[in-house]
């Protein structure tokens, strides 16, 4: 074979300079050989062949996959991993690829701190503290007795009253720092095992407060929704970082222990010492504190009187209870906040008074309050709703003793007078009213505004208005006339021996002395109770005896601006006066309460200084004192000596056999008073009072549940066919009256100074020796009726009667007459608050009590008021 056939193959294209390349020495750390010096010929097989050029670029693949040390995995043999990140790792084989280096570690770590860092920095700067949500800020107002006591929490959206932190005794805060937080005093408001505990919670689905600081909670509460969500807990940890750093601690704790809810219906750490304890916050003992602290783990679960649920039964609590509570009181001990010695004196779980509603407003309570508030709001010139919404601190001048002493004279008596059952026709809807206020300041001490606006009764009974006071009106014509005299007297005062025509159906006359005109256009004749002929009486007889037609002329005589003048000085408001100028405003168709005219009487007491009624003595708003409570200034409404002799009068009628208010008489002490009672008895009063205390006393019938219907006849109710003040009402005067001044000194009025001139009436007799009673003489302008002797039965001059106080008892006096109306005759005239009656009345049998429309039972003991 020729030598060309033995050629060696074409090169391809481009073949000399690859052929170049491999011939050229070999750089160290390229190639299959690195670091040997490779012979030109060696890009020959053993032979000289190609085998040789293939053997060394297999073998750099072969290292490139092996990877040795000092060899860039992803930038081939001998190149650097440019990853960010080496991870797997590139200089490792098999496992050891997925095991991170120290470097990589401590890096992450740090990074990871370092965006928490500076996220926390970011939050914090961009979060604001909040404003408190409403529900954090809402209060109850606080009522308290006149000795400070609390009566009741009431008026808020929620059962709280704020206290400082001065409040707060050390024991609960010791307790609650032991067992909520420990590192409280020192830790800037978070703990940031207790945030991880959090998230590993709320991750499973949990509860996310397992791990809140004190802080937090405060944060949670005053600030925050209920609401669990990962941004509720982000937005709590950025306002508690804040608060740690920017906020007192004491005002933290305040602020938590203030709104943290405790179970019965309590907010707050004094609403919560009221609840369980009866007492105020910090008055608590570290057992009560441990206690309470005990509830912030959960009232639900840990309240004695049981939670909501299976588990929640009061056994279960009671136990979960008693095992906290002990543990609280070992925690303080092993961090340091209670000594041992002290720890050991508190072995039994404290004592809780029983669950109640700490807003009742039962009872006497809601009028109570009522009364205050209107007080409070006329005082501040604020609106009911401003009140409402809490906060406030109202102390009273109300006395616990004197308000339960009130509500037992007249449930006693109502219970042994009122039986609804057997007489609805008659015993349904009576309702009595009553208030007591100090003779020497004006405050109001004892109110009943009725059986409680519990039971729907929302009137206040003490404070109403639209009930006529009937004769407790005629001590005020009686003033108006000392103090400014009459006609005849030529302005100067009448004394009360003055005598006056007291015949039934005398003409009255006016300013004039014109007779006055009835409705029908014939003259005017005041109707008395009784037909008995008196002929003309003094003043003092006819206040004793409240017969009418005396008053009924002097408030002419003496005119009815000044009497109006004279009631205003001492308390009674104008707007609750008769504004008609007719003889019926004598005999009290004004309307006053029994506040005013409880407190109007004090005013003769107090021999005539007169002390605006109040029911507050002071008030502060979150602890701060507001303006404007002090005590009413005394101010002079008459001359003393006309004061005192009202008293004279007055006591007249209590201690008189013939006195329409001789029942005061068991009082034991001097008593002045004047009963009162309106046609056909549709109210009847008792106002009285003693150098101490003044109280009124009022009786009426109404439909609560039908204000415009007006007040309803009062006849045969507790089976009596008439009802005076004189009685029931003076019955319950005087029990209250009792128990009220018990243990008080026995003290007399002022003796009363002889005053004004005697200015009798036209036609009154003079008084002679021989003749010490003048027998009636009537004018050509008041003749008097004819007398009717059957009808008027002898005094009596001993004994009692022999039935309970309210019953109708034998008639053993010749009667006093009371009914404070104006009457005409049947053809009718200027009428009473009914607007008249329909003709005279019939007198009585003989020793009997009088029908409907009679002299009832103003023959009973002379009792005709």
């Given at each position: ?323 906290r509570w002990a543990w609280v009181l070992d925690r303080e001990v092993a961090v340091g906040r209670m000594d041992p010695t002290e720890r050991a004196k508190y072995t039994q779980f404290p004592e809780r008074i029983e669950a109640e509603q700490v807003r009742s407003l039962s009872g006497q309570t809601g009028y109570l309050v009522e009364t205050a508030k209107q007080y409070v709001t006329k005082t501040l010139h604020i609106s009911a709703d401003d009140l409402a919404r809490g906060g406030y601190q109202i102390h009273t001048t109300f006395e616990k003793p004197k308000v339960d002493a009130l509500v037992k004279a007249v449930e006693d008596t109502r219970n042994g007078f009122i039986n609804e ?445």
């Amino acid at each position: 074979m020729s030598e060309h056939r033995r050629k060696p193959p074409q090169q391809p294209q481009g073949g000399g300079r690859a052929a170049s390349r491999r011939a050229a020495p070999q750089r160290p750390g390229r190639g299959a050989a690195a670091g040997r010096d490779v012979p030109m010929d060696s890009r020959s097989g053993p032979h000289g062949g190609p085998q040789s050029s293939q053997s060394s670029r297999a073998e750099t693949r072969r290292a490139v996959q092996r990877g040795p040390a000092g060899r860039g995995r992803a930038g081939g043999k001998g190149r650097p991993d440019k990853r960010l990140v080496n991870y797997p790792r590139s200089d490792k084989d098999g496992w050891l690829r997925f095991m991170p280096s120290w470097k990589l570690v401590s890096g992450t770590v740090l990074g990871f701190f370092a965006v928490i860092i500076a996220g926390a920095g970011i939050g914090i700067a961009m979060v604001n503290t909040p404003d408190a949500n409403k529900a954090a800020k809402a209060q109850n107002n606080v009522f308290y007795w006149q000795d400070g006591s609390q009566m009741v929490a009431t008026g808020g959206s929620m059962n709280r009253q704020i206290v400082p932190i001065d409040k707060i005794p050390l024991s609960m805060r010791n307790a609650v720092i032991a067992a909520e937080n420990e590192s409280f005093e020192t830790d800037k408001g978070v703990d940031p095992m207790g945030i991880a505990r959090a998230v590993v919670n709320m991750a499973k689905g949990g509860s996310t407060q397992g791990g809140s600081t004190i802080t937090q909670q405060y944060v949670k509460n005053t600030y925050l929704d209920s609401n669990q969500t990962l941004k509720r807990k982000v937005t709590e940890l950025f306002i508690a970082i804040k608060l740690g750093v920017s906020e007192e601690k004491d005002k933290v704790l305040a602020g938590y222990l203030n709104t943290a809810y405790y179970g019965r219906d309590a907010y707050g750490i004094q609403a919560a010492a009221r609840a369980y304890f009866g007492k105020d916050s910090e008055k608590l003992d570290p057992s009560e504190s441990a206690f309470l602290a005990s509830m912030l783990k959960g009232p639900n679960l840990y309240n004695p009187d049981g939670g909501i649920g299976s588990a929640a039964t009061p056994r279960l609590n009671e136990e979960r209870a008693k095992k906290r509570w002990a543990w609280v009181l070992d925690r303080e001990v092993a961090v340091g906040r209670m000594d041992p010695t002290e720890r050991a004196k508190y072995t039994q779980f404290p004592e809780r008074i029983e669950a109640e509603q700490v807003r009742s407003l039962s009872g006497q309570t809601g009028y109570l309050v009522e009364t205050a508030k209107q007080y409070v709001t006329k005082t501040l010139h604020i609106s009911a709703d401003d009140l409402a919404r809490g906060g406030y601190q109202i102390h009273t001048t109300f006395e616990k003793p004197k308000v339960d002493a009130l509500v037992k004279a007249v449930e006693d008596t109502r219970n042994g007078f009122i039986n609804e059952k057997e007489r609805p026709e008659y015993d349904t809807f009576v309702q009595f009213g009553a208030a007591s206020v100090d003779v020497n300041t004006g405050a109001i001490v004892a109110l009943y505004g009725g059986p409680g606006m519990d039971k729907k009764y929302f009137n206040n009974n003490a404070n109403t208005s639209g009930v006529p006071v009937g004769s407790t009106w005629k001590p005020y014509v009686l003033a108006a006339a000392m103090e400014y005299g009459t006609k005849k007297s030529k302005g100067e005062g009448i004394s009360a021996d003055s005598k006056y025509n007291a015949n039934d159906k005398t003409v009255i006359n006016d300013r004039d002395g014109k007779p006055l005109l009835g409705k029908d256009g014939t003259p005017f004749r005041q109707k008395n109770e009784s037909e008995k002929a008196y002929g003309y009486v003094t003043l003092n007889e006819a206040m004793e005896k409240s017969i009418n037609v005396p008053f009924a002329q002097l408030v002419f005589d003496v005119g009815h601006s000044k009497v109006r003048d004279v009631a205003a000085s001492t308390g009674i408001l104008k707007d609750s006066m008769d504004p008609n100028d007719n003889a019926s405003f004598a005999l009290g168709t004004s309307t006053p309460s029994a506040i005013r005219m409880a407190d109007s009487y004090a005013t003769f007491a107090a021999s005539g200084t007169h002390h605006e009624p109040y029911s507050v003595t002071s008030v502060e708003k979150n602890g701060t004192p507001l303006p404007g409570f002090e005590a009413p200034k005394a101010q002079r409404a008459m001359d003393n000596s006309v004061a005192d002799n009202i008293t004279k009068v007055l006591k007249n009628v209590v201690e008189s056999p013939e006195g329409t208010g001789i029942k005061a008489q068991k009082l034991g002490r001097p008593v002045a008073g004047k009963t009162g009672t309106t046609d056909k008895n549709k109210s009847a009063w008792f106002v009285g009072y003693t150098p101490q205390l003044s109280t009124a006393v009022t009786l009426f019938r109404s439909d609560p549940s039908k204000p415009d219907q007006g007040l309803l006849s009062m006849n045969h109710v507790g089976n009596i066919d008439s009802i005076h003040g004189g009685d029931i009402p003076a019955t319950i005067w005087t029990e209250y009256m009792k128990e009220a001044l018990k243990g008080k000194p026995v003290k007399d009025f002022p003796e009363a100074q002889d005053i004004g001139v005697v200015a009798d009436a036209p036609g009154a007799p003079t008084p002679t020796p021989a003749a010490p009673t003048p027998s009636p003489s009537a004018s050509q302008s008041t003749p008097p009726a004819s007398p009717s002797p059957s009808g008027s039965p002898s005094p009596s001059k001993g004994g009692k009667p022999s039935c309970p106080p309210w019953k109708l008892c034998p008639p053993d006096s010749s009667g006093g007459t009371d009914t404070g109306t104006s009457t005409g005759t049947s053809s009718g005239a200027n009428g009473g608050p009914d607007g008249g009656t329909t003709g005279a009345p019939s007198p009585p049998a003989s020793g009997k009590p009088g029908r409907p429309g009679g002299t009832s039972w103003g023959t009973s003991l002379g009792t005709g008021g």
